[in-house]
């Protein structure tokens, strides 16, 4: 069983000693620049100077520097830019900054994991993940509490990487919930599985899947859109507030014995070994390249993709429904 950390584990007094650099100020980082300072901590900035992140900064009461301004000024630089670009951020912007007695931060380890960044060893490389968006993180901060965290330590130099880590954790109130150990490696592996076969790729595909054998079966297709898409929030917030076991319990008799009898035809064995070869290709890095090629190319066919499904009739179909939704309309 994996290792959990509290408020009693961390002392938010040695994060109150460095200055932090926050390097892009989007969801993530927005959410954890403003928990710090609300801490106590000192929060430098760093954002692009003209785009909207820029100007929220600047509303939010920081004055954005740029990255290598920010790192240079900083003791721990956490790099919250996405996972494409942190590369070139950090050898343009960091890399020359870093010395001994300073820490590099992440919240996903994709870029160390797969060695696009590869840290001076005279400094501490540590991981906070918030299991949550940064607008959840910021939400339960004000409320007092905390959105659980990973926690994971990738390089030690100073011997004090994991209570730094513990103590950047309990500034954003995650000691509150429970800090779960790590590797940087189990979480981007683990992180990249549930994204692609379950969270994003398997759910989708699903729900595309029960929606095209609906329509082409003749339904409607603003019916089938109800029936696999629409209703697949009540079923996710059950599970996710009551467990598999709970959900089961909470809708009718039918649904849970279609459920018992039905699901395993739909994922097979064959889907599980599905899931073993991605898993595999993760884990040998074949992905990583892969996506950091597609990257590099100007993304052909990423574009592409996403253009085919855009294009895909429940798309259409749901745009219209949503309109009937009035909860769903912003004010």
């Not at 938010?12 to 300072?37: D, F, H």
């Not at 052909?300 to 798309?315: M, S």
């Amino acid at each position: 069983m994996a290792r959990i950390y509290y408020d009693k584990d961390a002392d938010l007094n040695l994060l109150k000693e460095k200055k932090v650099a926050i390097i892009g100020y989007g969801i993530q980082g927005r959410g954890q620049s403003l928990c710090l300072r609300d801490s106590g901590i000192n929060v430098i900035v760093s954002e692009l100077e003209g785009t909207v992140n820029y100007e929220l900064a600047k509303k939010d009461g920081f004055s954005p520097l740029s990255a290598k301004e920010a790192s240079a000024a900083a003791d721990i630089i956490q790099i919250l830019t996405e996972d494409h670009v942190q590369k070139r951020v950090y050898k343009e912007a960091i890399e020359s900054n870093l010395k001994e007695g300073k820490a590099l931060c992440f919240s996903h380890g994709f870029n160390i994991r797969f060695k696009q960044i590869i840290p001076p060893k005279e400094v501490d490389v540590f991981m906070i993940a918030p299991k949550g968006p940064g607008a959840l993180v910021r939400k339960m901060f004000e409320e007092g509490k905390g959105v659980p965290c990973l926690v994971a330590v990738y390089q030690d130099a100073s011997g004090m990487a994991l209570k730094l880590a513990l103590s950047y954790a309990k500034a954003l109130k995650a000691t509150t919930a429970g800090v779960i150990e790590t590797t940087f490696q189990e979480e981007t592996e683990t992180d990249l599985f549930g994204e692609q076969t379950v969270l994003c790729g398997g759910v989708t595909e699903l729900i595309m899947a029960g929606f095209d054998t609906l329509t082409n079966a003749g339904y409607q297709p603003e019916i089938a859109y109800f029936e696999v898409l629409h209703e697949l929030k009540l079923i996710t917030d059950l599970i996710q507030e009551k467990g598999i076991s709970g959900m089961r319990r909470c809708v009718s008799n039918t649904a849970c014995y279609g459920d018992l009898t039905r699901g395993k035809k739909i994922i097979t064995k064959q889907t599980r070994r599905q899931m073993r070869k991605i898993l595999k290709d993760i884990r040998s890095a074949k992905f990583a390249r892969e996506w950091i090629s597609e990257n590099e190319k100007g993304r052909p066919n990423f574009n592409k993709l996403l253009r085919e499904a855009d294009n895909h009739l429940i798309e259409k179909v749901g745009k219209e429904l949503r309109q009937m939704m009035p909860w769903m309309r912003k004010a």
